[in-house]
């Protein structure tokens, strides 16, 4: 499997580094109120999952940008399911 | 520019569908409870930033299921947005 960057690359690499980046406030909000009655537990098993083969179609392609958003959106996805199930 | 429909496509369409589809009942969740106290408006607007970049890197690597899942999670995310600051 091999890679290169170029300009495509680099625009992915910064959606990719906005849109895992949003998940930081919601988990922090969260963690701060120690509330998630109006976040939907539902969107966040979507998410997983739709992540999960975001980032299969990331290794398919070998788009770097698609595999590294990914992995680091699922590690926040699962910390925002782990506060929404024991704060509620 | 020339499009074309393989198995990598397939599971990104799949993986489309399903990250769209999970912005669905956090959406449903705001219009039905008018309260959005939870949801950070943080998220949703690095999400719509970042979305419309992901839109773009799809338009440039010339991949549909990139292309049409971003345009949809648009949507909804601006939806989500706007009950948000309507809602608190």
Do not use: C
Request: hydrophobic letters at 60%.
């Amino acid at each position: 499997m091999e890679f290169s960057i170029n300009f495509n690359n680099i625009i992915g690499i910064v959606a990719g580094i906005i849109t895992t980046s949003a998940l930081v406030p919601q988990a922090l909000k969260i963690y701060r109120t120690k509330s998630a009655r109006d976040v939907s537990l539902t969107m966040f098993i979507f998410m997983a999952v739709g992540i999960t083969l975001w980032f299969v179609y990331g290794v398919l392609i070998k788009e770097i940008p698609v595999i590294l958003a990914n992995s680091v959106s699922l590690i926040l996805i699962f910390s925002i399911i782990f506060m929404k199930i024991r704060y509620g």
